[in-house]
DNA sequence: CTGAAAGCGCTAACAC
DNA sequence: GTGTTAGCGCTTTCAG
């Protein structure tokens, strides 16, 4: 492979002019600049950025680590994010990440001299936070507390109208099914805000309205099946279910169905996420999202600096399909 | 950070022997390794692998172009060569390029001197086949001809299981959506079978039988109602259609109830790739399709060297379900 | 078993 | 405008 040296030599010039055609950095006379180009054009040479990145200290690279793939949530974030991603020319990185191995994939970003890191799995271990922090890493919802609020999401308002409308087509026996273990709900703001909301409204919430599970180790539909299924064998009577995101929504729907459960009418199901083919099932899934595009713009223009270090809200939307027109007998 | 010198100092041994205990290549003293172990526990020492890319000319990452990222087919066939490429240490960059954004993709995998490329797209221009194999990349289906018989899918026998039930089922009158454009369908050998064997059984094959469109440039499921809204809007009579992917088949069938016509009553629909909420849908999606686990794992394989260079078969199956059961009146 | 020397291909900082 | 000099942090090679 032809390098910097001998295009230099071949347009009878330094290394540095060739650098400074590049990089279009730096002041070269434009005949200069043509001979050099021509060069490059004639012999096809593409600089070798791991050279550069050794140098400059830093990649172009930005990971992003996710619990589970099985999710086309995470292809819609890749997505948005790889549209903006390429404005900067920041090239994209996907890691699935759950406990044990958190550490390995962090080291592995690490090691890469990563520009930034978009998390959507745990919360990353302080050492590795250190360590992200010393190549110059931006971050986004690595850790707890000051990070995990640059772009944090808000579900309330949201939340709030979708409960309303349930409220007012007669629902009252509400449950979440949280779909996964406490560790990870424990990062999440809305199985706290339904619960105060419940209290609010002074409906009672009781032991089993939030029903924890194995996601991600299981997959969400999976996930979401197994939860009805269970409802079902105890014969349990509600009216809505939140399902933490839209394909356990799915699975949840699947197996009432197959339960002869019809939704709505038996029961309204409310996912999270959006995802595009929410509205290719029957019932169309009702879901509360935030704008993905608008998510990964953010994501990346923080890491390329572009946005305000104090980390911008995100606030979800309700979009209130058929399978959330619960009919109270 | 804290680099290989200072380890070497703490420990009291020369950067060699820190690399020998890194790497794990190389004689090294027991006690050696323990003490230099030790230091770099507690620096928290982590390899900078850009400098180590940078000497040995290459690095740990594999490419995966593809045409577009709607489509949740190609969120498995990342996740099953994740899981494949965590065996060997490969991480994951996933790019997506169609046409003209081709070209400056290539120059980026190839300036970071990827350890394979997997290829979903457009064929690669010959100049940056070049390149890529002068930087000892491997190419899955990266050119035409002897590139791209490495792993190749053989849809044939699906297809004639498929072609042969429903004509056992009283289809006679098949259309086949590729959905694509005809210089991206050139590169696939299933419109070429569907033509081949309708010849052999004698059944006509009509102008605009073959339904092409503009896919990957819109997505596969605005692309597949489309045109199901275009043949219903001609009125055009037919037993079974096949698109060339399941989201496309989704689209098709979502625009085909709406327009009134019942799957698989008045027409079978059949997919490609079995994504894997085919069977969440209504009526369950029948499809043809390869083991995608099967497939990233022999991508990921061969680019490690472990597989051989002649290129493995990977034959796809005919997933018969629900969309396929066509009822001749 | 361990270390010293010589770069990998590029860029930063300064001279000319 | 252009060139020279030093490395970036690591591995390779060869000498002890």
């Known amino acids: 492979m032809i390098d910097r040296k001998e295009v230099a030599k071949l347009a009878n010039v330094s290394c540095m002019t060739v650098t400074r055609v590049v990089s279009g950095k730096g002041y070269v006379a434009e005949k200069t600049r043509r001979r050099v180009q021509k060069v490059i054009d004639e012999t096809g040479y593409i600089p070798n950025k791991i050279a550069a990145n050794l140098v400059s200290r830093k990649s172009n690279r930005i990971a992003i680590i996710v619990?589970?793939?099985a999710n086309p949530y995470y292809l819609q974030v890749v997505e948005a994010m790889m549209a903006q991603a390429k404005k900067y020319g920041y090239v994209l990185s996907?890691?699935?990440a759950y406990e044990e191995e958190l550490p390995e994939v962090l080291e592995e970003v690490i090691s890469n001299r990563v520009a930034g890191v978009v998390n959507y799995t745990l919360r990353f271990p302080p050492r590795y936070i250190k360590g992200l922090e010393e190549i110059g890493a931006r971050l986004i919802r690595a850790g707890e507390g000051k990070e995990s609020r640059k772009l944090s999401l808000d579900y309330s308002g949201a939340m709030r109208e979708a409960m309303d409308f349930l409220i007012?087509?007669?629902a009252r026996k509400m449950l979440f099914v949280a779909g996964l273990t406490e560790q990870f709900a424990s990062y999440d703001s809305r199985v706290p805000f339904f619960c105060e909301y419940m209290r609010e409204k002074g409906l009672r919430l009781e032991a089993g309205d939030i029903l924890y599970g194995d996601y991600p180790l299981r997959d969400a539909y999976a996930v979401g099946q197994s939860a009805a299924e269970e409802l079902l064998r105890q014969g349990r009577r509600f009216d809505a279910v939140f399902?933490?995101?839209d394909m356990m929504?799915?699975?949840f729907m699947r197996a009432m169905k197959k339960g002869g459960r019809r939704i709505?009418?038996?029961a309204a199901v409310i996912g999270f996420d959006n995802i595009r083919m929410s509205d290719a099932f029957?019932?169309?899934l009702a879901t509360i999202a935030a704008d993905t595009e608008e998510e990964g713009r953010l994501c990346v223009d923080f890491i390329a600096g572009r946005a305000e270090q104090k980390g911008a809200k995100l606030a979800a939307v309700f979009y209130p399909r058929q399978s959330a027109f619960f009919v109270k007998r």
């Open 67 to 69: 619990p589970e793939l």
């Open 94 to 96: 996907i890691f699935k």
């Open 168 to 170: 007012s087509r007669g």
């Open 243 to 245: 399902c933490i995101n």
């Open 249 to 251: 929504a799915l699975g």
């Open 264 to 266: 709505p009418e038996d």
């Open 282 to 284: 029957e019932p169309e």
